[in-house]
């Protein structure tokens, strides 16, 4: 049996990712602090409670679980902040993704999966967007993650490394049997914010803008189902334990939902009514982002099945259900 080590297993991308890689057979272990992690999303695996700036706790974990894969998931990822408080986010995300490698260095490890983002590209010139888009992101979070990938870079000419980084575009939706989905304190996402405007008369969902040069005037994004990402993460640990090339890949549709149309959506899948306010835009959005994810259907055979918007609504409104139980 291999082993895929997962930091970051108790997030919300990351957990979906350890039930994509136990149902292939895979022997998962997490490593999280649990700072933004849940303990209770860590069901596919062993936890193992540590913090990426330990470099110390970092080589324990890498030379006790010896694994054939790292899949790199913890990072911080709330844009507005990474503007206020950038240390957090070169620290944790740059510095700790580098304790990782140099542990994996050590431990004899150079098979390296990692959560990369869309917005290592910053204001698109061109869309669909290539992996070989000129790379020049807005904001210290898509510089944090960008970093990673120039160390990885690196690391494979220097150490021989292989790796996948796997940049999202807009991670959405929730495990359709339940068992896992998003949970983010605050909340800024679209989905979920939508999804609470629908169902609370104290909150009311606002519309970002809706001057922008789209169809309906409002941004355009490419919303993945995160089993989607699940299933593009167990087909890199696939393509790299098979001693393929690897290198960055897009995950996206390669098609755009407006804000509206989640909107409506919402109250199409749901039945609920969502009023909505129109405000100013938000700093820092780009009109349109979508990805061409030719790269990951030819090299890694990825085709996603679960993203029409229907299907991340209606899974992202059943956890939300689920976790107003949990909530009481
Ligand atoms: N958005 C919005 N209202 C909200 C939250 C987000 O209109 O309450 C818009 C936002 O301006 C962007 C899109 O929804 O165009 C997706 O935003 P999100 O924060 O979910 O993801 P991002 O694209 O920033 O990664």
Same mark, same amino acid.
């Given at each position: 049996m ?20 136990a ?12 700072y933004? $992690? @849940?303990?209770?999303?860590?069901? @596919? ?12 706790a970092?080589?324990?974990a ?5 694994p054939?894969?790292?899949a ?35 431990n ?6 990692f ?28 510089w ?14 220097a150490?021989?490394?292989?790796f ?6 807009n ?10 989905g ?20 104290d ?8 001057d ?27 393509h ?35 009023p +909505?306010?129109? $405000?100013?835009? +938000?700093a ?12 990951a259907?030819?090299?890694?055979? @990825?085709?996603?099945t ?11 409104n059943? @956890? ?5 139980? +949990?909530?009481?």
């Open positions: 291999q082993t895929i080590l997962v930091t970051g297993g108790a997030g919300y991308v990351g957990s979906h990712c350890c039930k994509a890689f149902r292939a057979g895979y022997r998962v272990v997490v490593y999280d602090n649990l933004r $992690g @849940w303990r209770d999303l860590v069901k @596919w695996g062993d936890l193992i409670e540590g913090d990426l700036l330990d470099a110390d970092v080589g324990r890498v030379a006790a679980v010896k054939d894969v790292v790199h998931f913890a990072a911080l990822t709330y844009v507005g902040e990474s503007v206020s408080d950038p240390g957090q986010y070169y620290a944790n995300n740059s510095l700790g993704a580098f304790n990782v490698l140099e542990a994996m260095r050590a004899g490890c150079s098979k390296f999966i959560s990369s983002t869309a917005a290592t590209y910053g204001v698109p010139k061109q869309v669909p967007i290539p992996e070989d888009h000129p790379q020049w992101p807005i904001n210290p979070y898509g944090s993650k960008l970093m990673v990938e120039r160390m990885l870079a690196d690391y494979a000419t150490y021989g490394f292989t996948a980084a796997l940049r999202y575009f991670a959405a939706g929730a495990d359709p049997d339940g068992e896992a998003e949970r983010h304190e605050p909340e800024t996402h679209v989905i979920p914010l939508a999804i609470e405007g629908s169902l609370r008369d909150y009311r969902f606002t519309i970002f803008g809706d922008f040069d789209t169809r309906d005037g409002t941004c355009v994004r490419d919303y993945v189902h995160v089993t989607d990402l699940g299933e593009a993460h167990r087909l890199a640990a696939e790299l334990l098979a001693g393929g090339a690897g290198g960055f890949f897009n995950l996206g549709t390669g098609e755009g939902a407006t804000v509206k149309e989640i909107a409506d959506a919402i109250e199409r899948v749901t039945g609920r009514k969502l +909505r306010t129109i $405000g100013p835009r +938000r820092g959005d780009p009109p349109v982002l979508i990805a061409s994810n030719t790269r259907r030819e090299i890694l055979g @990825w085709t996603p679960h993203s029409s918007i229907d299907e991340i609504v209606a899974t992202a059943a @956890w939300r259900l689920k976790e107003g139980e +949990r909530r009481g």
